[in-house]
């Protein structure tokens, strides 16, 4: 399964950006979607995940009340809003499919990883 990630790029610190992950309707018609990122030198991290019908959102304690994820199955497509973004944001940011339909933070209940996309916040 391919998810092709979008939006990227250089902001500086307080700023915004909005990544999009497009994907196929088998993967946005049945399995929750998250966003996982990798920071320079260190392991992969939850970012946010939304589940199948958009029921429940979760959220990593560091991105609360800044990061807003979503999904629209009609486009199959998958968002992460990100606001009043800092320098520890930077990292290269995953779009990932669940292999269930509920919301997880969890690294086993993830399949397909998109290729990744770099956001750098500069302070």
């Known amino acids: 399964e391919q998810l092709v990630e979008s939006g990227g790029g250089l902001v500086q610190a307080g700023g915004s950006l909005r990544l999009s992950c497009t994907g196929s309707?088998?993967?946005?018609?049945?399995?929750?979607m998250a966003w996982w990122r990798q920071p320079p030198g260190k392991g992969r991290e939850f970012v946010a995940c939304?589940?199948?019908?958009?029921?429940?959102?979760l959220y990593a304690d560091s991105v609360k009340g800044r990061f807003t994820i979503s999904r629209d199955n009609a486009k199959n497509t998958l968002y992460l809003q990100m606001n009043g973004m800092k320098s520890e944001d930077t990292a290269v940011y995953y779009c990932?499919?669940?292999?269930?339909?509920?919301?997880?933070?969890?690294?086993?209940?993830?399949?397909?990883w998109g290729q990744g996309t770099q956001v750098t916040v500069s302070s």
């Open positions: 939304v589940s199948w019908l958009s029921e429940t959102t």
């Open positions: 309707g088998r993967i946005f018609s049945n399995y929750a």
């Open positions: 990932v499919a669940g292999v269930r339909r509920r919301a997880s933070d969890q690294l086993s209940d993830f399949g397909a």
